[in-house]
């Protein structure tokens, strides 16, 4: 566990208060097969290698450059899809208990929903955090069996993004993944039958039609450096 992360207790954290999401500056982030459909509709989904493990996992992709979310609207700050990794920012799973990040700026004792009442029981802030953290975990299994399948099938492909902007500035995204739709359509009828039946056949082509959102994320980019200049 990291230093900064602490055990959750009703009594050293009775005080602590949870507020808004913090502005979003990661532009590729986690997301799980739940989460697919959603992300799907606004952005790219694709997989890439965690360069410690170098085990595939499956992230969707907000902007082209470190930092930059184009999902995001720049007077209100919301967007239209908030992954759950997202949602559970200062909150990580610990072995049997839920862990907090007390450095994080969403945690504080003056403005926000308490996590804990008088008595030191459970908010319905802290219940929503222990349900979604649930769903993280149950998901990562999913994430990690659906990839599994994937990769012994060998419909993971490598991906170059290369996009040239209004600016002149030219940006290539490297090691990133996809769904390789010929090599789908190659695979015998018992797998395929195999991937329909354990709902992997619709997670594949989810990701595969979710590439269609990187050049509606460029022009979002594009509109933004015109209004800009």
């Keep these: 566990m990291e230093?900064?992360?602490?055990?959750?207790?009703?009594?050293?954290?009775?005080?602590l208060r949870l507020g808004a999401i913090s502005p979003e500056t990661r532009n590729f982030v986690p997301v799980l097969p739940s989460e697919f459909a959603a992300a799907a509709a606004v952005c790219p989904i694709?997989?890439?290698?965690?360069?410690?493990?170098?085990?595939?996992?499956?992230?969707?992709l907000f902007g082209f450059k470190e930092g930059e979310?184009?999902?995001?609207?720049?007077?209100?700050?919301?967007?239209?899809?908030?992954s759950l990794d997202e949602q559970r920012e200062a909150f990580f799973v610990s072995g049997?208990?839920?862990?907090?990040?007390?450095?994080?700026?969403?945690?504080?004792?003056?403005?926000g929903e308490p996590l804990f009442d008088e008595d030191g029981g459970a908010t319905s802030t802290t219940r929503h955090m222990q349900r979604l953290l649930g769903q993280i975990v149950a998901g990562q299994q999913e994430a990690e069996r659906f990839i599994a399948t994937l990769n012994r099938l060998g419909i993971i492909q490598p991906i170059d993004i290369s996009?040239?902007?209004?600016?002149?500035?030219?940006?290539?995204?490297?090691?990133?993944?996809?769904?390789?739709?010929?090599?789908?359509?190659d695979l015998d009828d018992a797998s395929v039958l195999a991937l329909f039946r354990n709902g992997d056949l619709q997670l594949a082509y989810?990701?595969?039609?979710s590439l269609k959102q990187v050049p509606v994320l460029a022009?979002?980019?594009n509109q933004m450096l015109t209004q800009a200049g």
């Design 206 to 209: 989810c990701v595969a039609a």
């Design 46 to 60: 694709l997989f890439a290698k965690n360069p410690e493990t170098g085990a595939f996992y499956v992230g969707a």
């Design 69 to 82: 979310n184009l999902l995001v609207d720049s007077h209100s700050g919301k967007a239209p899809f908030r």
């Design 219 to 221: 022009e979002r980019r």
């Design 3 to 15: 230093a900064a992360l602490e055990i959750l207790d009703s009594q050293a954290h009775r005080h």
């Design 96 to 111: 049997e208990n839920i862990a907090i990040d007390r450095a994080s700026p969403r945690l504080s004792e003056v403005s």
């Design 163 to 185: 996009l040239r902007f209004d600016d002149g500035e030219t940006i290539e995204l490297a090691g990133l993944y996809t769904v390789s739709l010929d090599r789908l359509h």
